[in-house]
């Protein structure tokens, strides 16, 4: 079936492009070793090659697909070592955002986290990973903007879409759930005190468990 995307919604027509095959590929629908041909593509999205060739190339420079010669353009692997790196990055840029979170949080933004942390709670006790997850990058996405940093959000939030297969992965690791729920808890109690030190302590506490979880799998 075609697919025809509102171009108003974008600045460009590659913009438009890019943004349909990232999502494709970091939630799973393409996975790695895929082929991405142009034409399907252009097909799918009612546009021509040029603006599919141009997203293209912009995800080869992020490093999510690869150019083969005489084959065309393939997902790539994510390896171990590529995911062990994330999660140390994710580590130092989430503890800043928490620290920083600490000193700027807002009370609509600790309550919103407190809806967020009773719906966890619901979907742990249902054993519910698609709710899970994304009421994780939810409570995430909070601190990020009460740190009211455009460039670690940025970053962050492309990290999380990049391993999402891996953290649906780890919420599938019996006794992982109510762990994770009790470390936002405690990340959240950290914030509403203003406490930066402790905010960022349990914010990396949080992700290097989640590493270990991951590279146990």
Not at 20 to 28: L, N
Not at 95 to 118: F, H, N, S, V
Not at 185 to 198: F, G, N, Q
Request: glycine fraction near 2%; charged fraction near 30%.
């Amino acid at each position: 079936m075609t697919t025809y995307y509102d171009a108003k919604d974008f600045a460009s027509l590659s913009d438009m492009v890019y943004h349909h095959v990232y999502t494709d590929i970091t939630e799973g629908r393409y996975r790695a070793g895929d082929l991405l041909i142009e034409m399907k593509i252009a097909e799918e999205l009612g546009v021509s090659r040029t603006p599919v060739r141009e997203a293209l190339k912009q995800l080869e420079r992020e490093d999510l697909v690869i150019s083969l010669p005489n084959r065309g353009v393939m997902v790539r692997d994510i390896t171990a070592e590529d995911i062990s790196d994330i999660y140390t990055i994710r580590a130092l840029l989430e503890g800043q955002a928490a620290y920083w979170a600490a000193e700027r949080i807002t009370r609509e933004q600790l309550d919103a986290m407190t809806e967020t942390l009773l719906l966890m709670e619901l979907y742990t006790q249902r054993n519910d990973v698609e709710h899970l997850v994304r009421l994780d990058t939810a409570f995430h996405e909070i601190i990020y903007e009460a740190c009211r940093s455009s460039a670690i959000r940025n970053l962050l939030t492309n990290l999380h879409h990049i391993i999402r297969a891996r953290r649906l992965s780890s919420f599938t690791v019996e006794g992982r759930a109510p762990v994770s729920l009790t470390e936002h808890r405690e990340i959240y109690e950290a914030l509403e005190a203003h406490d930066a030190e402790r905010a960022k302590r349990c914010a990396q506490h949080h992700i290097h468990v989640a590493s270990h979880v991951t590279d146990n799998r």
